[in-house]
């Protein structure tokens, strides 16, 4: 049995704890280093049991504590090829920092495989990840993301768990008070998954063996955590699928501060 921890989620910082309590990885470090340590401790992990930290992209919601978290605790770091090389040039990675690049063939750290995934994003290189831990148990991590390829349908495809971008409702944002040229970044092809695109991906997942999704990186103008699950969770029931029966569906919180982890 694996643990999934979502410390912190959204536009204000995103980090990740998959493992064991003993040993783990973590996705990005969209927080501060202390930040990190704290709502790990707070989990009941200690940040010796992070072996690698793996980031998606170089936006600052991603990577804000890495290079401090990184040099401190002498944790390496791997990201694609572009990433690391704009992780680079903005000074996030330096020669204090263990860094490396992560191809299609994947990497294993702490008994698990972490095998990244390309997905449509403003950044140099955005991937997802797919981690297969040591009893088979298999997640798949997705956010950032404008649109969902069948490249990224097959590889989210057969998780136990998916973690899926559920972004912003699209009336709120249509309505809100974001420029124009933002609204538009946001709703094309290489910004954010919005509620209805992520609850229409559900019901195929479900039928090809899926049974936990979290909903993760809500916008905080544009959405409510409600209003993510009500969307997903109408979609699924609409399929004909019951909530405790066919699926268990999450909200990934801005900050974990009811220390929550889901075994998968
Ligand atoms: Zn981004
Ligand atoms: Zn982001």
Redesign the pocket.
């Known amino acids: 049995m694996a643990r999934f921890c979502p410390l912190f989620s959204g536009s204000s910082g995103n980090s990740y704890y998959i493992g064991s309590a003993k040993e783990g990885i973590l996705i990005d470090v969209g927080r501060s280093a202390k930040q990190i340590t704290d709502m790990l401790n707070s989990c009941e992990i200690e940040i010796a049991a992070v072996k690698a930290i793996f980031i ?2 170089e ?1 600052s ?2 990577v804000a504590g890495l290079r401090v978290l990184a040099s401190r605790h002498h944790i390496p770091v791997y990201a694609s090829e572009g990433t690391l090389n704009a992780l680079e040039a903005m000074g996030c990675v330096n020669e204090k920092v263990q860094a490396g690049t992560i191809d299609d063939h994947g990497l294993s750290v702490a008994g698990m495989k972490i095998t990244p995934f390309p997905i449509s ?3 140099a290189e ?1 991937v997802g990840y797919q981690i297969e831990t040591s009893d088979g148990r298999k997640i798949a991590l997705s ?2 993301l404008g649109y969902l390829s069948d490249q990224v349908r097959n590889c989210l495809a057969g998780s136990d768990m998916v973690v899926l971008e559920s972004n912003h409702d699209v009336g709120m944002l249509q309505n809100g008070p974001y420029p124009y040229v933002l609204k538009r970044r946001i709703l094309s092809k290489t910004g ?1 998954l919005s509620n209805d695109a992520c609850a229409s991906e559900l019901e195929s997942l479900v039928r090809g063996g899926s049974t936990r999704f979290v909903l993760a990186h809500l916008s905080l103008e544009n959405n409510t955590p409600d209003l993510a699950f009500q969307t997903s969770l109408c979609a699924l029931k609409l399929s004909g699928m019951k909530q405790g029966h066919d699926f268990e569906l999450y909200v990934a919180p801005r900050a974990n501060t009811e220390n929550r982890t889901i075994v998968f």
């Open positions: 998606t992209h936006h919601d991603h994003h403003d950044s955005c956010t950032d954010h």
